[in-house]
Nanobody, 113 residues
Framework: QVQLVESGGGLVQPGGSLRLSCAVSGIIIRVYTMEWYRQAPGKQRELVALISRWSSTDYSSSVKGRFSISRDNAGNTVYLQMNSLKPEDTAVYYC???????WGQGTQVTVSS
């Protein structure tokens, strides 16, 4: 049974940082591209970052230069380092295995003073 469990969300002030983790079990992630999505209230879910099996990365324009995705294949975990957070980054953040229907349950990130 494949499970993705996100953690690390919370409430942070504008300009602050958070590090999200996505721990995966039931499947070996090293051969997959891993993705982070987010969904804000009333908006569609959007892809914010991905990391390929070779650790090449890509980001949406809204987070480029502020967010950094990384992976620990030995630990079967993917991370999203989020810096210089803005109120518009408020959303539920999900990790996903590309080209599969495996999603985590999401972790809430709220950026507010």
């Amino acid at each position: 049974q494949v499970q993705l469990v996100e953690s690390g969300g919370g409430l942070v002030q504008p300009g602050g940082s958070l590090r999200l983790s996505c721990a995966v079990s039931g499947i070996i992630i090293r051969v997959y591209t891993m993705e982070w999505y987010r969904q804000a209230p009333g908006k569609q879910r959007e892809l914010v970052a991905l990391i390929s099996r070779w650790s090449s990365t890509d980001y949406s324009s809204s987070v480029k230069g502020r967010f950094s995705i990384s992976r620990d294949n030995a630990g079967n975990t993917v991370y999203l380092q989020m810096n210089s957070l803005k109120p518009e980054d408020t959303a539920v953040y999900y990790c996903k295995i590309q080209d599969t229907n495996y999603w985590g349950q999401g972790t809430q990130v709220t950026v507010s003073s």
